[in-house]
């Protein structure tokens, strides 16, 4: 009951947070210098037509207003750039490329960070620690289109090993993944060996050894499920950073995605695109944190779903 | 027979300062049944001798000498032969080899020992169960492995054995976290999970520190109808001189890593020898006398086992430490066939002989 109610406040409060962010971001694109139709060979007469038939001659609280009667209809409008293309088509097409990429990136991400964090704070070999340690500082430290770059150049062009455009077979996927989720990896890595070393020289530890438990089930059982706590935390953000999807992948690995479709839509000045798509990703950022803070009292019970 | 003999025991901590020397060569042993009493302060070695019994250390604590013989079985750690010159590369390879595989089974023989046969109890409810994991499975995880039962009879066993120490509502506790308990009601349950498996031996480190005088009483009532009913042999390290008045067949006084004196709990109590055995007994609080009179202290701190010198540790607290105090060492000296203690005072007719042995030693090493 008590987590009936808490995940109808959060969704609540996820609503007014989602208006907020419209409010903001409405204002913004139109601060932006220029505007949608602009052009070189484009008439002033032409311009001011346009302008009159999608409504952008009107005061801008006006427009405002029009823009969220529409949304609580349900009506994300149509697209400036691609006329008679509606956001809702626009997104139904990127979004599955874009999620089932962040997915399988999250999926990963986690799997790998987890295993090397542990295998770094577990290993007592000094060599196995400060390899994996100055790996996950060049994880963290070099910018993923470098690391994109060279893949293609190394395991597409040279070695011809995995397709470099689209992403259409499973091998399609295997690049773009790579560079999403090195980052994530040596975070997550980071953090597990962190927390796995802290939980490694706690007491309970050693009450779990003074049981005669396995090597493994100390490992696993005692220690692992305590230094995944901060892990859980983190993962809200950051599967919602992955699958709503990254604009250097897309481009590079031309993947028709949310990511290439939004940035493309703040250099048009294509104003509800712009929206469309922050509402789509705030929404989904939004949620993302809710089912993870859902999650984290399976892990930890001690967090209590309180009120 | 003895359950429990331990001779020569030795171990070190390194750490950025040095090293540590925690537990300077003791020697003990524990009959089946009998409750021997580990006294002495904080820091004099009492919990990291006990932890190097079960093979708990920290990762850089090491025994460096001892033979331990449980039950007649010797579960030393298996010392390091080589390192001897003159050895052909594949000799000290396979030396090598030998000793990373008697290791492995040194290990994995002391993890069957752990929790079946020797079980231990710790000082800290707050800390030594798992946050995240039901009373119920930390329970039942050590039955199911050692008595290698079923789900069911874990879960009950698990049961009786809360019952035992007192719990209320067994059932609800089982699907608890360590989290909704209070603390005393923490360490009854580390006591049962101690107590599960039957164990031969149970090391109980200040058992009783947390809790409250009643459940205190009621603790060690429930280790005393063991030791008698399943002749159980338990180790109980305390500063509370009263606990081991009242439980303990035989008491240890450890100071700066060594057992200064060891005797009969009458012996200890009535005719203490060490000077320090002395300290200790002059500084508990006496109810029943009538004259008001001030504790006597022990003046002065224990000494630093990163620095230690050549004599006696405690003769710089010493009443009545003599020259040759500060840079000999006293050996044991037995005065009847149970009490024997480490002082000057009573091995000065053996003087010479530990005085050349001790140059001897000094210089070779």
């Known amino acids: ?128 620690r400060s390899v994996l340690m100055s790996l996950s500082t060049l994880g963290i430290s070099v910018p993923n289109f470098i690391f994109a770059i060279l893949m293609m150049l190394v395991f597409g062009v040279w070695l011809k090993w995995f397709p470099t455009l689209g992403l259409d077979t499973p091998k399609h996927y295997v690049m773009p993944v790579v560079t999403l989720a090195v980052y994530p990896v040596a975070q997550i890595s980071r953090l597990v060996h ?81 929206m469309g798509l922050t509402i789509f990703v705030g929404a989904l950022i939004i949620l993302c944190n809710l089912v993870c803070d859902v999650i984290c009292p399976l892990v930890d019970p001690r967090i209590k779903i309180t009120r | 027979m003895k359950l429990l003999e331990v001779r020569h025991m030795t171990v070190a901590f390194k750490t950025q300062q040095g090293v540590v020397q925690a537990v300077r060569g ?14 002495g302060e904080s820091g004099s070695g009492k919990s990291v001798a006990m932890l190097s019994l079960m093979g708990l250390l920290a990762d850089n604590g090491r025994l460096l000498s001892g033979e331990i013989a449980f039950d007649g079985e010797d579960i030393s750690p298996p010392s390091r032969v080589g390192g001897q010159t003159g050895l052909s590369l594949r000799a000290r390879v396979c030396g090598a080899l030998a000793h990373r595989r008697a290791r492995r089974v040194h290990r994995e023989r002391m993890r069957t020992l752990r929790g079946r046969e020797a079980a231990m109890i710790f000082q800290d409810p707050m800390t030594y169960l798992n946050p995240v994991l039901r009373i119920g499975t930390q329970m039942t995880e050590g039955l199911r492995l050692h008595k290698k039962c079923s789900r069911r009879e874990a879960y009950e066993t698990a049961l009786s054995l809360l019952r035992q120490v007192g719990i209320t509502s067994p059932e609800q506790r089982m699907r608890q976290y360590p989290f909704e308990l209070s ?129 006696c540790a405690f003769a710089p607290r010493c009443a009545e430490a003599m020259n ?34 001790q140059q001897k030693g000094f210089s070779t090493s």
């Open chain 2, 183 to 311: 603390g005393g009601m923490r360490q009854r349950i580390i006591v049962a999970i101690a107590l599960s498996c039957g164990p031969k031996l149970l090391i109980a480190d200040e058992p009783t520190t947390a809790l409250d005088v009643t459940v205190q009483a009621q603790l060690l009532d429930l280790i005393r109808t063991m030791t008698r009913e399943s002749r159980t042999s338990v180790v109980m390290i305390t500063h509370d001189l009263g606990i081991v008045a009242t439980m303990c067949d035989r008491i240890a006084i450890m100071y700066a890593g060594e057992i200064v004196e060891e005797g009969r709990t009458d012996e200890i109590f009535y005719a203490p020898m060490h000077p320090y055995t002395v300290g200790l007994l002059g500084s508990i609080a006496n109810t029943e006398r009538s004259v008001r009179q001030a504790l006597a202290p022990i003046p002065g701190t224990p000494p630093d086992l990163l620095h230690l010198t050549g004599g």
């Open chain 2, 26 to 39: 003791i020697d003990f042993s524990v009959e089946r049944g009998e409750i021997l009493g580990i006294v």
């Open chain 1, 1 to 128: 009951m008590a987590m009936v109610r808490y995940i109808l406040k959060r969704c609540f409060i996820g609503v007014a947070t989602l208006f907020v962010l419209i409010t903001v971001t409405f204002f913004l694109t139109r601060l932006m210098p220029g505007n949608p139709f602009e052009g070189d060979n484009v008439s002033t007469a032409t311009l001011e037509k346009f302008a009159e038939e999608y409504g952008l001659n009107l005061p801008i609280h006006q427009q405002y207003v029009r823009y969220v009667g529409k949304l609580l209809q349900g009506d994300l409008g149509t697209s400036f750039k691609k006329p008679g293309v509606s956001i809702v088509s626009l997104i139904a097409k990127g979004a599955p490329a874009t999620m089932s990429l962040g997915l399988t990136a999250y999926v990963s991400a986690m799997f790998l960070g987890i295993v090397i964090g542990v295998w770094e704070a577990v290993s007592k070999r000094e060599m196995v």
């Open chain 1, 194 to 274: 962190a927390s796995f070393t802290e939980a490694m020289r706690m007491d309970y530890v050693t009450m779990a050894k003074a049981k005669g438990l396995r090597q493994s089930t100390v490992l696993f059982k005692h220690i692992l499920k305590n230094a995944l706590i901060p892990v859980v935390t983190n993962s809200g953000p950051l599967i919602a950073f992955l699958m709503t999807g990254s604009f250097v992948v897309e481009s590079i690995f031309t993947i028709p995605g949310i990511g290439r479709e939004f940035v493309n839509s703040v250099s048009n000045r294509d104003y509800t695109v712009i």
């Open chain 2, 324 to 357: 040759i105090c500060l840079s000999y060492r006293p050996e044991p000296t037995d005065r009847s066939r149970t009490q024997r203690c480490r002082c000057w005072k009573y091995c000065k007719s053996a003087a010479q002989e530990i005085i050349i042995r």
